[in-house]
């Protein structure tokens, strides 16, 4: 059984940094691409960042573009994620999860969620 467990999340000002991680465990991890969403409050989950299986392509949403940074460790099972220059509107649950395929079609293992929570 996948599971994915996020950490990382916290209180932050605006400009400030947080890097999140997901441990996965329960299947082979670099048989997954590996993607962060988020959903703040009141607004639909949106895609932030992915990362294919083995660390190489990655794609990010505009809004973080040049801010947040995805990576992956696999002798650790885990993905990270590195936000960078903080702003208001990055306050909201980051999800992880795994996709089977590149480009991912569908996620098929979600995590529980990582509250981050930035303030001016």
């Known amino acids: 059984q996948v599971q994915l467990v996020e950490s990382g999340g916290g209180l932050v000002q605006a400009g400030g940094s947080l890097r999140l991680s997901c441990r996965f465990s329960?299947?082979?991890?670099?048989?997954?691409?590996m993607g962060w969403f988020r959903q703040a409050p009141g607004k639909e989950r949106e895609f932030v960042a992915v990362?294919?299986?083995?660390?190489?392509?990655?794609l990010y949403a505009d809004s973080v573009k040049g801010r947040f940074t995805i990576s992956r460790d696999n002798a650790k099972n885990t993905v990270y994620l590195q936000m960078n220059s903080l702003k208001l509107e990055d306050t909201a649950v980051y999800y992880c999860a795994a996709a089977g395929s590149w480009p991912p079609l569908e996620y098929n293992y979600w995590g529980q969620g990582t509250q981050v929570t930035v303030s001016s």
């Open positions: 990362i294919s299986w083995s660390g190489g392509p990655t």
């Open positions: 329960g299947r082979t991890f670099n048989s997954y691409a």
